[in-house]
């Protein structure tokens, strides 16, 4: 590097001191200038909250001294002067004596002692609290519609601090005792919500949780200074739409008007008026999208008397202005009402019977019931009969309603031989009845009895069959075919011997010749009391020929009778009943057929033969009987069996009259209650005596 190039940056450097030095310095003689840049640390145009001030300016080479005096607004002096020395650019503190505006001058001196022009800064210290501010009025409940919720808040009592307003700090919470300002003396420009002066008092709260919250404000001044006691409102908030009931509201169709009551509940701000609030609840009924009836409170009443369908909606606004009407309060689009439908049909239905009666079942009576609006009603109605032209009441027929279908039966064997007339009651949905008498077409409902075939049943016991051949000539051949018939007996009585076999048979047919084959008879046993059953019923078939037979089970006497029941098209029949008379069963035998005169005993035993129970619990009751030639039958001895009807007797022949004698003897069952049989007696033993 050459001597030239090292030298220049230290030339330039001195060069740049010199003239360093000459702007400090000032010439001979002349007073310092006043304090250039004369400044407040924090700025002159905003209020303090403390009396200390620190003021600021461009440093002056050859300053030693640096004088300050505090000015009020009118001009009288406050503080000072006040000399400060060595200053170096800046005076801490400059004090305020009291709250206010203050005018701060300064002038600087130099080592001569010479005193240069002043410069001045406006000073502004406020620390005095606002008074109290505290929110209007406020409505006793808050609802949906009313969010945002504008809140008015009272300006603090005068005089103002000397900063005035600046504006408002407010919150809310959920607890009585919040604060707006974490610092009890100052709020933070952040925490300032109005800045508009005194003036701008509307805060407006967004939301609201549902239920009780709490609103506290302070007024804030000018330096930011609050109020030292926060005002405090409770504000309660109601989202919850009133529920209403709807009571005299059918489920179905109805025949007359509908009286209906609404009634509105609510557990939050209520349905009662209490004067606090500019929202009157009111609860309402609204009939077919109409002008709704609106009562103030908690219930109102409308009726419906049109026939038709209606639509009923029911709603209600409770204190805090919540309603459920689907239309629009206060700018909130609501739910829809809650709605039921109201059915009233007024006007009766047509009932008519069918044009004609079915051929294949003519006892089966049906009426049509037809309504335009409600409908036939599925479960009620009734058809009934009467002689023709008599005036009676109908008698009720048991009758099924098959969708508006009446159907009846008409069992006409059970009545006399006439003409009858037919009603039917129908009624519709609504309860609407109606009564008619003819059929479709406008002709009466009358039938003529007997309305089927009348039939007849012939039956009795069966008797030998009766044979015939027949021997046809066919191309010199002759080809014979027997035919047998059985015949049955019109006897009322028949006697058999227990376990003998019966037939029991008939015929049915019509009132002519006619027969009437594969239809159902029922024979029908009648036994005595104590006996298990007490009645047995044993369906059969008819053949081609009408004719049925039936074998009969062993058992005691009982009547016997056949029985049809008739069918859609056939009268019911009976035939008159016979009796069978079974006699009983006895069984006897002897120990020796010889007897000697004084000798040893002759022993009699025998059984009583019946089924299963049918022996009573103390034993049947057996006679014994003997009979010589020229002696009728004669008892001698009365006995009683055990329990399965064995009996047995000892006899001594003691009469020398009876040597050579032959006995001839016999059990005889009697009739006693309770026995099932007629009186039976055994096979006679013979026994010689000697």
Known sequence: MSARTGLGPLIAACLALLLLGSAFARPAGAQPLPPKDLRVVGGEDNWRVSDRFELRWTPVHGIIAATYRVLRADGSLAVGPIRVQDPNGSIYPVRAPAPGEYT??????????????????????DDVRPGMSTPAPLPAWIGRAGLP?????????????????????????????????????????????????????IHWVDELP????????????????????????????DKTNPVTRLDGAPTGWVDGPVHLVATATDHDSGMVDR????????????????????????????????????????YARDAAGNAADG???????????????????RTPPTVQFLPAQDPRDPERIEARIVDALSGASTTRGGIGVRPAGSGDQFEALPTVNQGGLLSARWSSDDYPLGVYE?????????????FATERIGGTSMVLANPLKVPTVLRAGFGQRRSARQRCPQRSRRHRCHRNETLRFSRRLRREVFRGGATLFGGRLGTGTTAAIGGQPVEVIERFGEGNEPLERVTTVTTDAAGRFTLRLPVGPSREIAARFRGSPTLTRSASPPVRLAVRGDVRLRVSSATAAVGGRPVVFSGIVRALRGEIPSEG?????????????????????????????????????????????????????????YEPGCSRPVVVRGK
């Open 104 to 125: 701060a001058e300064v002038w600087l001196e130099d080592s001569a002692g010479a005193n240069g022009a002043s410069s001045s800064v406006t000073l502004r210290f």
């Open 149 to 201: 919720s504008p809140i008015r808040l009272l300006p603090p009592p005068t005089p103002h601090p000397p900063s005035g307003i600046r504006g408002y700090a407010v919150s809310v919470g959920p607890t009585s005792d919040g604060e707006p300002c974490a610092d009890p003396l100052v709020c933070a420009d952040s925490e300032t919500d109005l800045r508009g002066g005194v003036e701008d008092d």
């Open 210 to 237: 549902e239920g009780t919250s709490h609103l506290s404000v302070v007024a804030v001044s000018g330096s930011g200074v609050r109020s030292e006691t926060a005002g405090r409102a409770v504000l309660r908030v």
């Open 275 to 314: 004067g606090m609030t500019a929202v009157q609840p009111f609860t309402a009924i609204r009939v077919n999208g109409g002008v709704p009836k609106v009562a103030a409170g908690d219930a109102v009443s409308a009726s419906v008397f049109a026939e038709g369908v209606h639509t009923v909606e029911h």
């Open 327 to 345: 239309g629009r309060v206060n700018g909130h689009q609501n739910r829809m009402p809650a709605a039921e439908l109201i059915r009233i049909d």
């Open 422 to 434: 037919f009603g039917a009651t129908g009624y519709d949905a609504a309860g609407n009845a109606a």
């Open 620 to 676: 049947k009751a057996v006679a014994l009987q003997f009979r010589l030639p020229d002696i009728g039958w004669t008892e001698f001895r009365t006995l009683r069996s055990d329990r399965r009807g064995r009996f047995r007797h000892a006899y001594r022949f003691a009469d020398d009259d009876s040597r050579g004698v032959r006995f001839r003897f016999r059990a005889v069952a009697t009739a006693e209650p309770g026995w099932p």
